[in-house]
Nanobody, 122 residues
Framework: QVHLVESGGGLVEAGGSLRLSCAAS?????MGWFRQAPGKVREFVSS????????NYADSVKGRFTISRDNAKNAVFLQMNSLKPEDTATYYC??????????????????WGQGTQVTVSS
């Protein structure tokens, strides 16, 4: 069982930045982030293949968010810039043992973090 622990959420004004961190208890194949706003389904944000660093982003965050990893620490990070009110959601770290060069499917996520709240005020 892989445990994921997130940190870094908070309240920020529109146009601001936040950095999310996720530490895994052991190495996994692909790690990433999903988010869920009230009344909406959980949606893909970004993922990274840990062995190569290949990344993938949802269109809604492309150019504003950057995912990175530190394999020595089994950690993944999400740098979020130019935040918008519509980015407000609970952000979940996710991981799977499979390797995805493209988008990590929700159905293949094996492990979830507890979630961290990101609120962007207008």
């Amino acid at each position: 069982q892989v445990h994921l622990v997130e940190s870094g959420g908070g309240l920020v004004e529109a146009g601001g930045s936040l950095r999310l961190s996720c530490a895994a208890s052991e190495r996994t194949g692909t790690m990433g982030w999903f988010r869920q706003a009230p009344g909406k389904v959980r949606e893909f944000v970004s993922s990274i293949l840990t062995v190569t660093g290949a990344t993938n982003y949802a269109d809604s965050v492309k150019g504003r968010f950057t995912i990175s990893r530190d394999n020595a620490k089994n950690a993944v990070f999400l740098q979020m810039n130019s935040l918008k009110p519509e980015d407000t959601a609970t952000y979940y770290c996710a991981a799977t043992g499979k390797w995805y060069y493209g988008r990590m499917p929700h159905s293949d996520v094996n492990y979830w973090g507890q979630g961290t709240q990101v609120t962007v005020s207008s």
